[in-house]
């Protein structure tokens, strides 16, 4: 390993006159971002909303009441990890996780948010348990999709450059892969 990092480091310095220096990142973008723009664009955006791209968010939204009530503890947790996370990714320009199915961010908490699950369908109505296997299989069927396309044709059919969420910020409330 070690003797990888120096033909690393070397080439670097052959090539750019800097041993840590790569070449790659030059124009990039600040990383920071509106909130006043990240935060609605992964909650109600129709091109990165999380309850668009995972309806079975709100079943786990509606089971952390219940999940708080049976160990408090686990359920604060849960809840602060997730709105910290949330808020932090919301800062970023890049909220999205751009040129990917949906906000591709949100896959570090999301089986957190999944311990509610079993505590949504409490109590557990048959009309309930049908509108909630309903959920889950949209949600299923969304991922599905996400799996069996090429999510990059949206990105080169629209014939984007490369920090096209950058310059039009608003992007993802007028285009969505989904829809």
Not at 77 to 96: E, R
Not at 144 to 154: A, C, I, M, Q, V
């Amino acid at each position: 390993m070690g003797l990888g990092i120096l033909v690393w480091a070397g080439f670097n310095k052959f090539r750019y006159g800097s041993f840590l220096f790569s070449g790659k990142g030059v124009n990039h973008p600040s990383p920071l971002g509106n909130p006043v723009i990240g935060l609605p664009g992964l909650l109600i955006s129709p091109g990165k909303s999380i309850f668009l791209y995972s309806p079975a968010v709100l079943l786990a939204l509606a089971g952390l009441r219940h999940l708080v009530r049976a160990d408090r503890a686990l359920g604060v947790a849960v809840i602060a990890t997730v709105s910290i996370h949330l808020a932090m990714i919301s800062m970023l320009s890049f909220y999205g996780g751009d040129w990917c199915w949906g906000p591709r961010y949100f896959v570090a908490t999301l089986p957190m948010l999944s311990l509610a699950f079993p505590f949504a369908a409490k109590p557990a109505t048959s009309l309930r348990r049908f509108a909630y296997g309903a959920v889950v299989g949209v949600s299923f069927v969304i991922q599905l999709l996400g799996l069996s396309l090429d999510h990059h044709r949206f990105f080169y059919a629209r014939s984007l450059p490369a920090f096209f969420w950058y310059a039009d910020r608003t992007f993802y409330f007028h285009e969505s892969a989904l829809l």
